[in-house]
């Protein structure tokens, strides 16, 4: 069965513009959820999306958003970008209903960096 | 929120030597527990988890985790570390009183293993 898969790898933006990264779930898995990886503040859990809702938020700024679509890939976009949001993105996906079976596995992440 | 606390940031050991890495937890509820490993420019791969049941957790790669309530602790374990096992380890631990869509992470502890 095919992993997480994130699309593109490496992005390089500059200050100002806009992105979007892209997650495909393992098949039959149908929440996601993205963090963010950086040195300074280690891995920081961005969203979490099921059934093409937002089920919960963590704490940034109203730039960072997602969404998910009806065959459960997900895409996060980030406006106005900073410095500050070079990182690490990454997506995890499972597959719900009962702990046993309920883990979070990750894609490769996508590299952002910001000029 | 949940919290979870690695004790060390780097850990340097010799090949076929025996190693602990820590992690300890803040939770005043049952917990579910995590052990997830990042090989240079990838994603996190998990390595074993704990859900409830008995607290000595096997793993992949021949790791091992213990459960302790009494001191919020979940450190894993490797009788005898080869090369391969540099990486960087992250324990965490889910969202209290949510779903497992939101994970908490340690601030990561690296294993050097030198030959």
């Known amino acids: 069965k095919a992993g997480v898969t994130q699309t593109p790898r490496y992005l390089i933006k500059t200050r100002g513009q806009q992105v979007t990264l892209s997650c495909s779930p393992i098949?039959?898995?149908?929440?996601v959820s993205w963090y963010q990886q950086t040195p300074g503040q280690g891995l920081q859990f961005l969203f979490e999306?099921?059934?093409?809702?937002?089920?919960n938020k963590g704490n940034f700024p109203g730039r960072f958003s997602g969404r998910q679509f009806s065959n459960s890939r997900s895409e996060m976009n980030v406006s106005t970008l900073e410095l500050g949001d070079s990182a690490l993105y990454l997506c995890?996906?499972?597959?719900?209903?009962?702990?046993?079976?309920?883990?979070?596995?990750f894609g490769p992440g996508t590299r952002l960096t910001v000029l | 929120a949940q919290s979870v606390t690695q004790l060390d940031s780097q850990v340097p050991v010799f090949e076929e030597a025996p190693v602990e890495l820590r992690c300890n937890y803040s939770?005043?509820?049952?917990?579910?527990l995590f052990w997830y490993v990042q090989y240079p420019n990838q994603g996190l791969q998990l390595l074993l988890k704990?859900?409830?049941?008995?607290?000595l957790v096997k793993g992949i790669n021949g790791f091992e985790a213990e459960f302790n309530k009494s001191q919020t602790s979940f450190h894993l374990r490797k009788p005898s570390v080869h090369i391969s096992d540099t990486a960087e380890y992250f324990c965490?631990?889910?969202?209290?009183?949510?779903?497992?869509?939101?994970?908490?992470f340690g601030r990561g502890t690296q294993l050097t293993v030198w030959p």
């Open positions: 995890a996906s499972r597959r719900t209903g009962g702990a046993s079976t309920d883990t979070q596995y």
């Open positions: 098949s039959g898995h149908r929440s």
């Open positions: 999306y099921f059934s093409e809702t937002q089920r």
């Open positions: 939770s005043s509820v049952s917990v579910y």
């Open positions: 704990y859900l409830s049941g008995s607290t």
């Open positions: 965490a631990v889910p969202d209290r009183g949510s779903t497992l869509g939101r994970l908490y």
